[in-house]
């Protein structure tokens, strides 16, 4: 019953895959701070079997953190965020607080001198960005922001591993929609305040321009095009429920995404989330959640080449190799699991690509 719930709500959707530990026990701990969404079960989840403790948790809803204790039972309720900035065992603050709120979190915890895994979008404005950004800079510490929709995606991991093999020649293009099931009654009101979430491109289009960048091997782009609507949801005069973009990228690559609250209550996922690849010899498709009307489960690959027509199911294949990369990062002072100024540079185009969009906004 719980795979069903997480599989038709994005909120609370956590991929679970193998323990791989790269650390010893206790070696790298944890502190989350800020349960505002339910991507931290996700963050804590990729962290933990890594080998990471989730040690302590502090969010101003008992509820939501003696729920949190029960899915990681090494973790302690603390009274006051503070216990963990001055935790001397603490190596990393995880955050998923409201949006708008995710920067400041960063801040004090990079200035206590721990490493920051962020919820997406990590910023809001764009000064938040910059702020942080030095913050890094100075410290040298690691901030990353959770990708999920490839990070925790174990199709996306196995399509590169095709492209790294040369399956598909080189990338020319990458196409990526990300449709969501909105479930408004169980959103809580600060996910209808553009201001707090900022906005359906900064909140879920961060992912697909990730992507963008990642498969087209990019380190920049130009927002050649980028809007954003409210075609259906009057009653929520600051949200946005539609949201689509180009990119042209700093190698010549172009990219693509959609992004949506349309996601209709028939489908069996939170959505029909899907990437296409288009290389010279050939072209990659994941179904990341469900492979619409043929198989009830996710991490679908398809590819077409010289050679054929392919099908791989990617469950249990390959894994969530970030998390591991990530924890060795922090503790080594590598740079492995994604690259630092990369994870600026997706956050800032999603900023950018937001105020764009939003100059050209449609309402139904």
Known sequence: MIQEVQRK????????????PVCAENEFCIGAIGLDHGHILGMCNGLSEAGATIASVWDQDRTKTEAF???????????????IYHDPKINLIATAAIPCNRSQIAEQALLS?????????????LKQLEHIRAIVNATHLRYAIYFSERLHVEA???????IKQGDIGEVIQTIVIGPHRLNAPTRPAWFFDK???????????????EQILYFCRASDAKIAYSRVSNYRHSQYPKFEDFGEANLQCDNGISGYFRVDWFTPDGLSAWGDGRT?????EGYIELRKYVDIARFDHGDSVYMANKKGEFYFDARGTLGYPFFGAFIRD????????????????????????EEIGSNHLVSG
Do not use: W
């Open 9 to 20: 709500d994005g909120q609370t959707y956590a991929p679970k895959g193998k323990r791989s």
């Open 69 to 83: 204790c029960k899915e990681f039972p090494t973790t302690k309720i603390v009274a006051a965020p503070d216990e």
């Open 113 to 125: 001198n721990k490493h920051v895994f962020s919820d997406k979008p990590g910023f809001t404005k």
């Open 156 to 162: 996306a991991t196995y399509a590169d591993y095709l």
């Open 195 to 209: 201001a707090q979430h900022g906005g359906i491109i900064t909140d879920i289009g961060c992912h697909q321009i």
């Open 276 to 280: 296409i690849i288009l290389g010279t």
């Open 330 to 353: 922090c503790l080594d002072g590598t740079e492995n699991s994604i690259g630092q100024e990369y994870t600026f540079k997706v956050m800032e185009l999603a900023l950018m690509a």
